[in-house]
């Protein structure tokens, strides 16, 4: 959350205009027609976590049936699953968006939305910092590459990012 996935996936598509770019809250809310925050508050978290390997499972058996290639965009928690972290680094090329807890939390506070997982009333900061504890290692783990997106210039992380591919 915060990283400027979205951002960098649109500099992406542009770098890439052969590549399809999916965003997977996006597609899980098409194929709901439900907003994230709607399926966390009415289902849970561990509902939603399923619901992102079934869309993954379908972005990636379409891609192989078609010969596509995407640009794929995961929600901040999407590999903490353990299915969906083993489907990612076998079947992509995982880029992982690192950004300082500073960035993080400057990014949210300018582009707040409606993000579940920082309800439960702790101050932003110290939610970000409880969950990059966690996650940073599983990111870490996870992605391929690493690029430091400190700074904000997606269009540089983006040209990185094309130039490992």
């Known amino acids: 959350m915060g990283s400027g996935k979205s951002s960098v ?13 999916i965003d997977l809250d996006s597609y899980i809310e ?12 009415s289902e849970g978290e561990a509902s939603f976590r399923n619901m992102e390997k079934a869309a993954l499972d379908d ?24 299915a969906c972290r083993r489907m990612i680094r076998r079947k ?32 932003l900061r110290s939610r970000v910092e409880e969950l990059m504890a966690t996650r940073g290692p599983v990111y870490e783990k996870t992605a391929h590459h690493i690029i430091n997106v400190d700074g904000d210039d997606y269009l540089a992380a983006a040209v990185d990012i094309v130039t490992l591919l």
């Open 92 to 123: 992509t090329t995982c880029f992982y968006l690192k950004a300082s807890v500073d960035t993080l939390v400057a990014n949210l506070e300018q582009w707040p939305g409606d993000r579940p997982m920082l309800k439960g009333g702790k101050s």
């Open 30 to 41: 098409a194929m709901t027609g439900r907003t994230i925050p709607e399926i966390f508050d």
């Open 59 to 82: 972005i990636f058996l379409t891609g192989e049936l078609t010969g596509a290639s995407y640009i794929l965009s995961l929600g901040g928690g999407t590999v903490t699953t353990e």
């Open 9 to 21: 996936g649109k500099e992406l598509a542009k770098l890439l205009p052969s590549m399809e770019l």
